[in-house]
């Protein structure tokens, strides 16, 4: 029983996804090191910057898909993640030019708790 409850307290600690995710954290040093990772990038940005959802959150609660813990090429997490906006201009450079152009603007802002892309 009390392997079954260490299991299930540990599936909510943050570390869980870091074993994969970052390598680490290697503990066993004095001073934990961290590769640059998802995991990195949550402990040593998010985290300080203020932010309070653990990858457990976004991935298995907000996503509504449990287990299955989609990530980037699921399109829902996409949208929960990323935003962006895309602007396009056509013109003609001359009046005797007949091939189109255009100016293409793309925008993003990264609403995750890690880096994107990355992992």
Do not use: W
């Not at 003609?92 to 603007?105: G, H, I």
């Amino acid at each position: 029983m009390y392997a079954t409850l260490k299991k299930s307290v540990i599936m909510k600690e943050v570390v869980m996804c870091g074993q994969c995710h970052g390598l680490g954290p290697n503990f066993e040093f004095p001073q934990p090191s961290q590769c640059a990772t998802l995991y990195g990038s949550y402990t040593h940005a998010y985290v300080p910057s203020g932010g309070a959802e653990t990858c457990q959150d976004c991935h298995m609660k907000k996503s509504g898909k449990g287990h299955t813990m989609p990530a980037y090429r699921d399109p829902d997490m996409l949208k929960m993640a990323m935003d962006v906006e895309v602007t396009a201009q056509g013109y003609k450079a001359f009046p005797e030019n007949l091939t189109p152009m255009a100016v293409v603007t793309v925008k993003t802002a990264n609403k995750a708790g890690h880096r994107i892309p990355d992992g």
